[in-house]
């Protein structure tokens, strides 16, 4: 917390200063939420201040989907169920999602493009590599 003092310039009649003020706390108005981006083509976090949750925008840009007719993502949060979480398609092209996971985790995910392809985030938290196949995966961390 800081402080703010405030000194009078000001003379009273008698040629002192004027007292000065007491110093007081200044004081920031909470947020109801903090939001953390990594980037505009990737996720984006909002985290709540009062629950023990972040709503995680999922967001693969047009340029990983091409034409792309479906973007799923599949995770530890939804216990890798590739039909759970479906995006939409954006004005872009882009596919998001937003969903609300517990904070103080790592979740590891991919997308599953047209349930053929797999891909990674490309500005997730961090990679770690897969159990299965020799791939990594995605990690967003809340």
């Known amino acids: 917390m800081s402080t703010v003092s405030v000194k009078s310039s000001k003379k009273t009649t008698a040629g002192r200063p004027a007292a000065q003020k007491k110093q007081t706390p200044c004081k920031k108005k909470p947020a109801a939420a903090e939001t953390l981006k990594t980037g505009t083509n990737g996720m984006k976090k909002t985290c709540s201040k009062t629950k023990n949750t972040c709503k995680v925008t999922f967001r693969l840009p047009h340029e990983a989907v091409k034409d792309a007719r479906s973007v ?71």
């Open 72 to 142: 799923c993502v599949a995770g530890e949060f939804n216990d890798w169920n590739i039909h759970a979480h479906q995006l939409k398609r954006r004005k872009d092209g882009s596919f998001s999602l937003t969903i609300e996971l517990d904070r103080g985790r790592q979740y590891q995910f991919r997308y599953l493009i047209d349930d053929m392809y797999w891909e990674n985030d490309w500005v997730a938290d961090k990679y770690v590599p897969s159990a299965f196949g020799d791939c990594d995966n995605s990690v967003v961390i809340v």
